[in-house]
Every structure is written in structure tokens, then in C-alpha cells.
């Protein structure tokens, strides 16, 4: 299994930000690890039960500091369509 994660901060500093660049940092990398270890749980031992290939993620993240925001996508690569819809049956469930 793969992850990787492609986190940002959008648009111009606020003068009155709730949370600086810093801060920002630090809310990035719980978010990657908290994201990453129940990844990791739910996944460690999943793979295509014909390919026999691990899924890939890619989690991004965007902070908006206009609305202070942030915004997560799961992209996920695996072998073959019915891999794929396993996959996100089980991203899907609750922890
Ligand atoms: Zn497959």
C-alpha cells in the first residue's frame, strides 16, 4: 500500500487568520497522520483478490484561508475497476 499526500495552504494571509502558517503546519501533520494511520488500519491487509496488488491513495488537502477551510479529496489507484469498488466499499465505512 501506498499513500501520499499533497497538502497546501490557498490564497493570501488574513490579518485576523484564526490559525497562522505554523499553526497551520501543525493541523497539516496531524491530519496526515491521523488520515494515514486509519489508512493503514483499514488497508494493511487488503489487496486485489486477483491481482494480488495493494491500493494506492493520494490524499490532498487544501486550506482555504479565505474561508479557512480545509478540503480533502481521497484519489485512489488500484489494478482493476472491481478492485477499486472494494476499496472504496471499505474507505467508506466507519472506523
Ligand atoms: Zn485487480
Partial sequence: MKIEFDFRIEG????????????LQ???D?????????????????VCGEH???PQ???TGR???QL????????VDTCCQ???LRVMQILNQRA
Fill in 12 to 23: 493570501d494571509e488574513q490579518p485576523d487568520a484564526f490559525l497562522d502558517a505554523r499553526e
Fill in 57 to 59: 491513495f493520494q490524499v
Fill in 52 to 54: 494480488a496488488e495493494a
Fill in 68 to 75: 479557512e477551510e480545509l478540503d480533502i479529496h481521497y484519489h
Fill in 30 to 46: 496531524s491530519t496526515r497522520r491521523s488520515l494515514g494511520d486509519g489508512l493503514e488500519r483499514k488497508f494493511r491487509d487488503v
Fill in 63 to 65: 486550506y482555504d484561508r
Fill in 82 to 84: 472491481f478492485f477499486l
Fill in 26 to 28: 501543525l493541523m497539516f
